[in-house]
């Protein structure tokens, strides 16, 4: 269904296995082929997808949609006044907003560079969600729980497309976080994601420890993992059934791929000068903006879901400062990575993802704003969601979604059927039922379907 | 640093009419004609409640917030006006300290401030206050909770007697016992987190043909007795109490965090009772010893409150301590009593009966402490403390260093004299006192003729603070002083209210005191010249108290099984998960407390039932109906975690030292700072060569070595009670290519040559040391063709810069290690011969099988 869409990808897909001077031996190209069907192997979604992969860019503390991608004039006129919403004084947004591109979209000057892609923007201000705590908020946004171990919407997105490049892990996180919101839980435990280079923001690709051997060659090293994988095979036998030995298997699989695949695509500092400059690598966004692109190169290699984490979004307080500084280190990548993906023809196949996981009060804390989960802004942008979007909407304060509401599981029905699922179809059995992404809510918001 | 609660707000009227009195008529027409006008105009921009600007921690605009001063210390001198660090700033007369910083006040202005000064400051101004209304929370109602509601005693008698009812009830029978030989190695790695070696295996096997129960619990009461056994549970303690080489953020490294490590160890292999534990935890101090080896271990124990994460690089000192207190409560609630306290901070709790009163009120007794943490000023550190001088002293521990005592004094002298040539003789104003005079303001025009700039200035007395520092290190022998992170009482104070947790939004005072929900008759007043954490200590200890024992015995559990009661282990409120059994939760919980707390008699009581010993047989009907194995109808099999498999890779490979090291990579770094954020750190750790267990390896929070934190290890910014299980590709990466894995695989084939002569031999008895088991037929022909056949070839040869790999990434190592020479690179190899294609091909298979599932396996 894709072939002649993902030619370049296609020849990526195929050249990384090939380079790093590892002669690839016949044995290889066999177990590549054997991978194909296995778990990680490319599947059939449930209908024709409109997004291939994702990128979700998870904006960590919070970000207020008031003074971001959820315009309130009337917010703006009572500032100051007593709020009906506690006994707070409603406080107006400090930033300017303004109209943007053909279809007109308001956002705040917070954003201008991102503002330029308004018309591939669909903004949904009616976002929310059950827990005004981080920690449980960040897990409830990745996998719909607040409370259990469940598994994260990355581990559901490979469980379901599987893999289109068996060299690279299929679900990669940049930037850090818990490791619970990314497992695979009760799926099988190649579906969690590999995260890579934590949040250190120094120069150069991010570190992938142990990425060469020094002591044999890749044929004798081959031969060694043969060796491993007929033990853990046998181990699988006497285990019957055991997802933490196949999920050894795999991951041992991977690594031995990882060792040519990583360095290529991690080594973005060969994109050209103009490029890198884009990103803002070299300048101030430079943690950012290297994930941003490193998010493009791996989607370009077939990962099928990439999330970004950028956290300091927390601000209870000096919100003018703060927002704006954080904005700051972040409009120019994303605006760099809608228009690198659209110069290559992948902004259509490549669904982005933006959000906190919730928004913030009207009313103001001090200078800053305080928690709230009744209503908030996240956006998409490709992969098949209308453009130049506006969807739902909060009251006159943007206290609270009011029209066109979507949950957190709304949210999840909508990226999996924007993939081709169906998240009622989309299950595991697991302790005598059937789990999915979205337990027994959800409702897709076909109205923001392009 | 505590001072700033401790003026009473029993209400506005109260504090209004007091100030009314204190200040004259005179006065006030003063401050309002010449002070507050120019206060307004040249200070409140950055130090005012109203602007939300607080630089250095200051406050200029209330009477309270000058008299406490910011973080350079108090503003007046009330003895010597004219030396009033407020005057020192605003009339510029020391260049590092001008105010407003950009543009001097007028002349004028300087005066009526300084004659103000002169009259003793009378100051008007009353800090807005706040009243917080009583919480509308039903208390009695939240106590309907199961967890706030005390153990019931079960019908059943036993462990296997309760969970033969879950078992009925989900339908599901237990699936037969376990062979001596898993049996051996899972109660060896459970007790002792290392796997038996081949004499045990030989010996275990013997004995438990002849008796089984016999054989396994003497087994259990010598694994009970070994010395590794408290380095296995200490280590689960340790994740508990949020244990730590370095305070992230900043990453100041902490050296002495290492002596509560040891004590933990000790207290768990001498079974101390755990309410001794948590007492000793929370108010060591306070307990009476009968020696000073007691007053010692007491002490050393408070160091839990010191050693958890910090940002020291807050320059609000109020901000500082509230989120200091803010973490020992957190820890003290979510590890002792799997209550979420901390979210009552900013508001009443959400979901639990925990009012925002009830934070404060525990708040009071850490604010009525000094929590001693140490580490040192400079490179943005700005909150250091003195430590706890213990009563014995190391023995051996330092090398020799009398001379070095000599050495900074004489360096410290040098830098001294250094700077006063660079300020000039004459050029500063006179000193007063204890480092005044190295701050004195030189002649600017001196400076400019000598080419002395400001930052060389700068840069100097900062060397000076450092050295001074150092020195405080050092007894005049050169011996280094005996210092422990710890706690010790403070000034005895209760908290204020802080609305939404702002340290500027004040609010009543509430007395110090305990959560209202779990309403003991036993609880203990609160001692008004006392900190009260003896009585906090007592209150959560209590036989009462329907938390403390049930916590940890499912913690107890957890490590035991793999499968917690209640999942949610530090979150027994009522956002937490329901048990899988109460009636196995309290069945434990009672047993536990009426064993006197010993961990040790419940442990073994764990472990001796039927269902700790059976097979992990996999039974597809069974799993159907119960997957998660929360009735126990099989053992579940479990991946070893990072301190595990390490262990067993060492041991295997017979480098493993068992020996407890002297102290800990983070004390030989000395005072000094980690790779930070942005890699301007000072000081890395090469672990790879490392040869005790892994539980000595520095903990160092941001910066883990990979051997732990690619492993699941948890980061230990707070409470951990499950740590995460992954099975990722960097995991496989590291069995695969790092050193670490490859001298551990070359060590066990040296062994295995050097004791077998024959290739048969050595194969069979590589499976034995790492599988604990025999080989089978099949495993040993296949193992001998792949040693015939393995040839390594040529390893590539591999330019580090052309690599994203690791040293590029990491702060370069410049060691400023107090002992001077770790600024030698440590060496990355052993200097080794090359190996013979023997050795080569051996330590292959070697470590394949350290790769391999079985190895990383319990089941």
């Known amino acids: 269904m894709f072939q002649n869409a993902f030619t370049r990808r296609g020849a990526l897909q195929t050249l990384t296995t090939g380079l790093g001077g590892i002669a690839m031996t016949a044995l290889t190209e066999e177990r590549a082929l054997a991978a194909k069907t296995g778990p990680l192997a490319a599947k059939q979604p449930h209908f024709a997808p409109r997004a291939k992969n994702v990128i979700y860019l998870s904006m960590r503390g919070a970000p207020s949609h008031v003074d971001t991608f959820d315009y309130k004039p009337q917010l703006t006129k009572d500032s100051g006044k007593p709020g009906k919403y506690g006994g707070r004084d409603l406080m107006g947004s400090p930033f300017e907003f303004n109209q943007h591109g053909e279809s007109g979209l308001w956002i705040s000057e917070l954003f201008p560079n991102v503002a330029q892609h308004a018309d591939d923007l669909c903004l949904i201000n009616s976002m929310h969600g059950d827990s005004s705590n981080h920690q449980p908020a960040v897990t409830a946004m990745h996998t719909g729980s607040v409370n259990f171990i469940r598994p994260s919407m990355g581990a559901w997105a490979l469980y379901g497309l599987g893999t289109e490049n068996t060299n690279v892990p299929g679900y990669v996180v940049l930037g850090g976080g818990q490791k619970g919101d990314y497992s695979s839980a009760f799926l099988p435990a190649y579906y969690q994601a590999t995260m890579i280079g934590g949040d250190n923001p120094t120069a150069g690709p991010p570190r992938v420890p142990n990425i060469r051997n020094t002591k044999m060659d890749a044929d004798a090293q081959r031969k060694q993992l043969d060796f491993v994988q007929w033990l853990n095979r046998n181990q699988l036998e006497r285990d019957v059934h055991s997802p933490e030995t196949e999920g050894m298997i795999q991951s041992t699989e991977l690594a031995y791929h990882m060792q040519t695949s990583m360095p290529e695509l991690l080594d973005y500092e060969s994109e050209t000068p103009d490029t890198l400059e884009s990103y803002g690598i070299g300048g101030e966004s430079e943690s950012f903006g290297k994930h941003c692109l490193l998010a493009r190169r791996m989607v370009e290699r077939g990962v099928r879901f990439v999330e970004i984490v950028h956290g300091n979004w927390d601000h209870h307080d000096k919100l003018k400062e703060n927002l704006t500084q954080t904005c700051g280190e972040t409009d120019g990548p994303i605006a760099a990575l809608l228009q690198d993906l659209k110069d290559r023809d992948m902004l259509k196949d490549t669904l982005i993802l933006w959000g906190g996981e919730f928004g913030r009060t009207a009313t103001g804390e001090g200078d800053g704003r305080g928690h709230n989960s009744r209503g908030f802004t996240t956006w998409m942008a490709g992969g098949g969601a209308k453009g130049g979007m506006r969807y739902g909407a909060t009251d006159e304060h943007g206290n609270e979604a009011v029209e066109n509401k979507m949950h957190i599981h709304d949210w999840h029905a909508t990226i999996m059927h924007l993939l081709g699922l169906n998240h009622k179809k989309l299950t595991y059995r697991y302790a005598g039922r059937d789990f999915r992404l979205t337990d027994v809510h959800g409702n897709v918001a076909q109205d923001i379907v392009a | 640093m505590r001072s700033f609660i401790l003026f009473s707000l029993l209400s506005v009227f109260l504090t209004n009419a007091q100030s009314e009195e204190a200040i004259s008529p005179e006065h006030l027409d003063y401050f309002e004609t010449h002070v507050r006008p120019n206060l307004i105009k040249y200070c409140y921009e950055c130090h005012s409640v109203e602007q939300g600007e607080s630089r250095g921690g200051l406050y200029l605009d209330t009477r309270e917030g000058m008299r406490e001063g910011g973080s350079t210390g108090s503003l007046f001198d009330d003895e010597n006006w004219e030396y009033s660090l407020f005057v020192d700033a605003v009339t510029w007369n020391d260049p590092d300290f001008e105010m407003p910083p950009k543009q001097k006040m007028p002349d004028d202005v300087i005066a009526k401030l300084t004659e103000w000064v002169k009259m003793g400051a009378p100051d008007p101004r009353e800090r807005e206050t706040f009243e917080v209304e009583d919480s509308g929370i039903d208390i009695e109602k939240g106590r309907e909770h199961w967890s706030y509601q005390k153990p019931a005693r079960p019908a059943e008698k036993s462990i296997d007697a309760i969970i033969g009812g879950m078992q009925t009830e989900m339908g599901v029978t237990p699936v037969g016992s376990a062979d001596a030989l898993t049996l051996l190695r899972r109660i060896t790695f459970d007790l002792t987190g290392l796997p038996p070696t081949p004499p045990e295996v030989v010996a275990f096997t013997k004995a438990f043909k002849v008796n089984r ?14 010395e590794h056994y408290g380095e296995r549970w200490g280590r689960h303690w340790l994740d508990v109490v949020r244990y730590g080489e370095s305070s992230g953020t900043l990453n100041i490294v902490y050296p002495y965090a290492w002596r509560f490590r040891n004590y933990v160890i000790d207290s768990f292999n001498e079974d101390k009772p755990y309410d001794q534990l948590l007492t000793e935890h929370l108010a060591g101090d306070l307990l009476s010893a009968p020696n000073d080896e007691t007053r010692q271990k007491n002490l050393i124990a408070t160091g839990f409150l010191a050693l958890g994460p910090k940002k020291q690089n807050e320059k609000n000192p109020q901000v500082f301590a509230m989120n200091l207190i803010d973490e020992q409560i957190d820890t003290v609630t979510r590890g002792f009593l799997g209550t979420t306290v901390s979210c009552a901070r900013c508001h009443d709790h959400k979901f639990d009966p925990i009012p925002t009163a009830d934070y404060y009120a525990m708040a009071g007794i850490f604010q009525s402490t000094d929590t001693l943490w140490g580490t040192i000023a400079g490179n943005q550190n700005h909150r250091t403390t003195e430590l706890l001088d213990l009563p014995i002293a190391d023995a051996g521990l330092s090398e020799d260093q009398s001379n070095l005592y000599e050495e900074k004094v004489q360096h410290l002298a040098d830098l001294r004299e250094k700077n006063r040539e660079m300020r000039g003789m004459t050029g500063g104003k006179g000193g007063k006192g204890k480092g005044k005079a190295e701050g004195a303001a030189p002649d600017k025009d001196m400076l400019e003729e000598n080419g002395i700039e400001q930052r060389d200035l700068v840069r100097i007395r900062q060397q000076i603070m450092r050295t001074e520092s150092e020195l405080e290190f050092l007894n005049p022998d050169g011996s280094e002083k005996t210092f422990a992170m710890g706690a010790q009482e403070g000034t005895v104070e209760n908290s204020n209210i802080l609305i939404a947790g702002d340290v500027n939004k004040i ?33 959560i200890t209590s036989t009462q108290n329907p938390l403390t024992a049930r916590v940890m015995v499912n913690r107890i559990w957890l490590h035991l099984t793999g499968s917690p009661i209640v999942e949610t282990m530090d979150n027994f409120g009522t956002t937490g998960l329901p048990p899988t059994s109460l009636e196995l939760l309290d069945f434990l919980a009672i047993r536990f407390m009426e064993s006197g707390w010993s961990i040790k008699t419940l442990i073994r009581e764990i472990v001796l039932s039927e269902t700790y010993q059976l097979a992990s047989t996999y039974d597809e009907a069974h799993y159907a109906k119960d997957p998660a194995n929360t009735t126990h109808w099989r053992a579940k099999p479990r991946q070893l975690d990072a301190e595990a498999l390490r262990d067993q890779m060492l041991l295997v490979s017979g480098l493993l030292d068992r020996t407890r090291p002297e102290s800990s990579m983070a004390y030989e770094a000395g005072n000094s700072r980690l790779g930070g954020r942005r890699g301007e750190g000072e000081e890395t750790f090469n672990t790879a060569l490392f040869r005790g267990r892994s539980l000595y390896l520095p903990v160092l929070r941001d910066a ?45 084939a040296n062994l295995l040559q050097n004791r077998f002569p024959a290739m048969k031999e050595q194969v069979s008895n590589a499976f034995l040391l790492a599988y604990n088991r025999a080989a089978t037929t099949m495993e040993i022909d296949h193992s001998m063709q792949f040693l015939r056949e393995f040839d390594p070839g040529e390893p590539p040869v591999i330019e580090p810069a052309a690599l994203p790999g690791p040293g590029r990434d990491r702060g370069a190592m410049k060691g400023k290690g107090k002992k001077g020479k770790r600024n030698e690179p440590a060496p990355t190899t052993e200097p080794t011969e090359p190996l013979s294609p023997e050795t080569a091909k051996l330590a292959a298979l070697c470590q394949a099988l350290m790769m391999s599932a079985e190895f990383r396996t319990i089941h």
């Open chain 2, 507 to 539: 609010a009543q005072e509430v007395d110090r005191g305990f959560l209202q929900v779990l309403d003991l008759t036993d609880a203990p007043e609160l001692p008004t010249d006392e900190s009260g954490r003896l009585e906090l200590a007592q209150w």
């Open chain 2, 213 to 226: 129960e016999a054989a396994f619990t003497d087994k259990v009461d010598q694994l009970l007795a070994s």
């Open chain 2, 704 to 748: 883990l070595p990979d051997e732990l934190g690619l492993f699941d290890f948890p980061d230990p910014q707070g409470t951990v009670g499950q740590r995460s299980t992954t099975n990722v590709a960097p995991q496989s990466l590291h069995l695969m290519n790092s050193e670490l894995v490859q001298v551990q695989a070359e060590a066990m």
